[in-house]
């Protein structure tokens, strides 16, 4: 059974706990207290509790469940949630990996550098969080805000945890300007959700396969990753493009595999294998149909 663990810390007041301090998103400069990974599993109990910092929560693998203010998000994979600071939550089980920030909106209280743990409710007592912070051109960060398809924020989440784990020079700037740009992100991916209800962000879908074109992905793959039917994700994905998925997929592999030829790479098969093709012969033929010239001609006239 895994219980929260309490520490006693001497924890100042934040801004005037009625008025509070409003802002606007550029004048953000992030600090970043903490970055981890959070393994959750259908027996891990949690108590509501009372963060005294901003949290963020990204979903690294599996389905996580979160309950703030109440109010249960059932959050799939590549799914951001934020929390601010003073908004009550709790941890329910379920089998997910997160992967958690906390951290403070300025660089007020950044002389408290150790990880402060969420206060059990119960024992809030005169605590107050660091910052008491609303945003005039970003409501979503007043209390908390739920964001789905968010892999395109996974590289950011992953340079901050690589840059606070190695605490190289520099890294408390490194990891500021990494939140900063997730917090911008997310800002302009829930205005962009508040005009358009439906959710679908084509981008998400368009940088997830640029990431992954080596792979065999399809609609219904795709489908299953983002949570949207497999016929919409394939119009949406067209209209966005101009070329189906199996398309667009072959394009990128070509130009995948000239940037290894033009490198110095002339092993075909080793070329097309590390391209996503799983035939060389087929690659060649591809590769002649799209180039006009077969790749071991094209390698030759490059050395």
């Known amino acids: 059974m895994k ?12 801004t005037d706990e ?12 992030p600090f970043v207290r903490f970055s981890r990974f959070l393994t959750i599993q259908e027996h891990s109990e949690f108590s509501e509790c009372c963060p005294i910092d901003a949290r963020l929560f990204f979903v ?12 249960t998000f059932v959050m799939p994979a590549y799914s951001l949630l934020f929390i601010n600071s003073g908004q009550n939550y709790r941890i329910l089980p379920a089998n997910s990996v997160y992967n958690a920030i906390n951290f403070d909106f300025t660089q007020k209280f950044s002389n408290f550098e150790a990880p402060i743990p969420p206060v059990n409710i119960k024992n809030m007592g005169g605590k107050t969080p660091f910052e008491r912070i609303t945003f005039s051109d970003a409501p979503c960060f007043d209390k ?10 996974r590289q950011h989440f992953i340079k901050i945890m690589d840059t606070y784990e ?18 911008l992100k997310a800002a302009q991916k829930s205005e962009k959700r508040t005009q358009k209800k439906d959710g679908l962000n ?59 030829i033009e490198s110095g790479f002339t092993d075909i098969s080793e070329i097309a294998h590390s391209c996503g ?21 094209y390698a030759k006239q490059q050395h």
């Open 144 to 153: 908390y805000c739920f964001l789905p398809d968010c892999y395109s924020l």
């Open 3 to 14: 219980r929260m663990i309490l520490i006693t810390i001497p924890i100042p007041c934040g």
């Open 277 to 297: 093709f799983g035939d060389s012969n087929y690659f060649s033929r591809y590769f002649k149909k799209k180039t006009g010239i077969s790749p071991i001609k």
């Open 60 to 71: 690294e693998s599996g389905e996580g469940k979160i309950m703030v203010n109440y109010k």
């Open 202 to 260: 084509i981008e998400n879908i368009i940088e997830y396969v640029q990431n992954h074109y080596c792979e065999e992905l399809n609609n219904t793959e795709l489908s299953k990753i983002f949570h949207f039917h497999s016929n919409y994700i394939n119009s949406e994905f067209k209209k966005h493009t101009g070329k189906s998925l199996h398309g667009y997929m072959l394009e990128l592999r070509i130009l995948k595999s000239i940037s290894l």
């Open 166 to 183: 190695k605490k190289l020079p520099f890294y408390r700037l490194n990891t500021s300007i990494e939140l900063s740009l997730i917090l």
């Open 18 to 29: 009625k008025k509070g301090l409003v802002m606007e998103l550029k004048d953000i400069n």
